[in-house]
């Protein structure tokens, strides 16, 4: 996710409790949205309102996770607010009680396309709006109904690769989501290994799908999709462990798949991978999750990425919530944890 910085010294200061006219707002300008008791800072990038602290540092944003699956899928959605690594339920929910689900995000809004609900593949889009953090769905549909999904974005587009249509099905397809007019379209390139249940991490530039499970067994294959081109290729390296079921993050030079399941059963792996976008080269880290998990969802600030949720070997879910800090690749549990108990959910962020 590629998250704007902007100063509260430029441009005019608005102080009111309605959002100031489009007319008005230049970009970098703040607004103290009286509304809010107590009220908040916010800066305008030019397509969102950004929420300050009075130090003009910049919030790092929320991430935004959903479609946990306990005994059914769940539509709630658990907001994680990075700076304090608090955890708060949405009045808003998704349309179906749906899990695993590709999302992306835009400047200004998530989204989260497919999934299932044990029974039924959807293709629906769920559009969130960071700014309110209502949600409603969006005219067009993904151009296939699928789940177990790789998903990655560039700041136009989102993409969801290694995808199943139904239980036990390996494609290659790529579904693409143009974020400017919302519409949907699937691409005439495809991953070089049909699979599903990757992980997807991305730099400016690239996607990578990492990982899944083919009609070989796990794989650690990893494929790049180029932006500008929507061209697909095998990176350089796979990863150092195979699996399926991962989470994936992403920072501004590395890319890091953690946790999934080394047979295409539950058997959960605590190791992290490090995909170093500029050589496309894989490693382990050292520090590893502190439970080892099966389909935990993944979402990221600039400074760190988190693993929210996933399945223990039992088979039973977890609603715990661990950061993994960036500068220096150490990995710890946040105090704060999800609403809800599950697995095979997904995430997103602004």
């Not at 916010?42 to 300050?52: E, N």
């Not at 520090?287 to 223990?312: E, F, I, K, M, N």
């Not at 800090?325 to 962020?349: H, M």
């Amino acid at each position: 996710m590629r998250l704007k910085l902007v100063s509260s010294n430029s441009g005019p200061t608005f102080v009111q409790a309605t959002e100031p006219s489009l007319a008005d707002r230049t970009v970098g300008c703040s607004w103290m949205d009286t509304s809010a008791t107590p009220g908040l800072l916010k800066a305008w990038t030019g397509s969102l309102w950004v929420i300050l602290d009075y130090t003009d540092t910049v919030i790092s944003g929320f991430g935004y996770d959903t479609g946990q699956r306990t005994s059914s899928p769940t539509s709630r959605v658990d907001k994680l607010t990075f700076k304090t690594e608090s955890i708060s339920s949405l009045v808003s929910s998704i349309l179906h009680g749906n899990t695993e689900m590709g999302s992306c995000s835009s400047d200004y809004k998530g989204f989260f396309c497919g999934g299932w609900n044990t029974s039924t593949a959807y293709s629906n889009v769920n559009s969130l709006v960071f700014f309110n953090d209502s949600i409603s769905t969006v005219t067009s549909n993904t151009q296939h109904s699928f789940f177990d999904c790789a998903s990655v974005d560039s700041s136009a587009a989102g993409y969801f690769g290694a995808i199943a249509l139904a239980l036990g099905s390996y494609y290659n397809y790529i579904d693409k989501l143009s974020f400017s007019g919302e519409t949907t379209s699937s691409l005439a390139s495809t991953l070089t290994l049909a699979r599903y249940s990757g992980a997807g991490t991305e730099s400016d530039t690239k996607g990578f799908v990492s990982g899944g499970y083919y009609s070989g067994g796990v794989t650690n294959q990893t494929d790049k999709i180029t932006f500008a081109t929507d061209a697909t290729a095998a990176a350089t390296s796979g990863l150092a462990q195979i699996r399926y079921i991962p989470f994936g993050v992403s920072s501004s030079a590395n890319g890091y798949i953690g946790g999934g399941s080394s047979t295409g059963g539950v058997s959960p792996l605590t190791s992290i991978d490090r995909l170093v976008f500029a050589s496309e080269t894989d490693s382990l880290i050292t520090s590893g999750l502190p439970t080892a998990l099966v389909g935990p969802a993944g979402c990221y600030s600039p400074d760190a990425g988190y693993q929210c949720a996933g399945r223990l070997a039992g088979g039973s879910g977890v609603s715990t919530v661990t950061r993994l800090l960036y500068s220096n690749e150490s990995v710890a549990a946040v105090t704060s944890t999800l609403t809800i108990t599950g697995y095979y959910g997904t995430a997103t962020e602004c």
